[in-house]
């Protein structure tokens, strides 16, 4: 297989109650070598503009992996949710003061919480409005090396149509074509969020994945760079998505078994197997990281 492609082109999904700092650390243990981005769970932009969350290091420590961004900020993702421009604006703003390189808007949970929050994969339906959270989020971070970009559903409810998808793709990136601008990265789960009905377990497993679709909005957006999510856990499916979008993000699979990125660090990046840190190493530095946690 072929092997050695460019670092940080797989990604650790963010997952709520899973990629918590804890289980990010261990992730880097299993995988030292930065080869994958690691996305925390969900914070609101709230936490900043408004309950100031970076002024209370407790509240910070257990919601960002501050060790990771510290030492691997290139590969560390904080994805927020907001409906409201100058939110955004400052969660960003202070996201950026705290080391943080990269920074995602969630247009993709379909949670009914977050639904009566205005926020997550009911966005879709308001493309305009994304684009003026996108917009405030690239002025926050114009000058900073920061990254922003839209994490996304191709659907939502009945709609699953290309000229929907479309839509809301030319109003967040389309408009984005001056040199001065700060470009917008996708990423783009292949099924449809149905907002009324089913559960967001459910919405990970019932609606039918379309990877073509996301193939697709990649040919046609070819100066928007692509990360495709959804299903995808084998090697193959990896290495056979990467031929055709520019990354791919990973998350139930690596929720159920994280010594899945050795598999990718071996058969994606060409990492050789005596370098592959043993199970045995990564439960004691795992314990000593618990100890210096408690201490």
């Not at 910070?60 to 590969?75: D, M, R, T, V």
């Not at 996301?214 to 499916?237: K, L």
């Not at 050789?272 to 946690?293: F, N, T």
Request: one cysteine or more; a positive charge; aromatic letters at 6%.
């Amino acid at each position: 297989m072929a092997a050695a492609v460019q670092r940080l082109r797989t990604s650790v999904a963010p997952m709520v109650r899973v990629t918590h700092p804890y289980f990010l650390r261990l992730t880097r243990l299993i995988s030292p070598f930065g080869n994958h981005q690691l996305w925390t769970e969900m914070i609101h932009a709230n936490a900043f503009s408004r309950a100031q969350m970076h002024l209370d290091p407790a509240k910070l420590s257990s919601k960002l992996p501050l060790h990771e961004i510290e030492e691997f900020s290139a590969g560390v993702v904080v994805q927020i949710a907001s409906a409201s421009p100058p939110d955004a604006h400052e969660a960003v703003r202070q996201l950026i003061r705290l080391g943080v390189r990269n920074i995602n808007l969630n247009c993709g949970c379909p949670s009914r919480n977050v639904q009566m929050g205005s926020f997550g994969a009911i966005m879709m339906k308001t493309p305009q409005l994304v684009a003026d959270v996108v917009d405030q989020m690239c002025t926050a971070a114009r000058g900073t090396g920061c990254q922003i970009s839209v994490k996304c559903r191709i659907g939502v409810d009945e709609d699953e149509s290309p000229e929907f998808l479309q839509r809301f793709l030319s109003a967040v990136v389309g408009q984005r074509r001056h040199a001065d601008e700060l470009p917008v990265s996708i990423v783009l789960h292949a099924r449809r969020a149905w907002l009324q009905g089913l559960s967001p377990k459910q919405n990970r497993k019932i609606p039918e994945l379309n990877y073509e679709r996301v193939h697709e909005m990649a040919r046609r957006f070819t100066n928007t760079s692509f990360v495709i999510n959804g299903g995808i856990d084998t090697v193959d499916s990896v290495v056979e998505h990467l031929a055709k979008v520019d990354g791919v993000m990973i998350g139930r699979k690596i929720g159920d078994d994280p010594w899945f990125l050795s598999q990718l660090d071996q058969h994606v990046y060409g990492i050789p197997a005596h370098a592959v840190p043993s199970p045995s190493d990564v439960l004691a530095r795992y314990v000593r990281y618990g100890d210096e946690m408690h201490a």
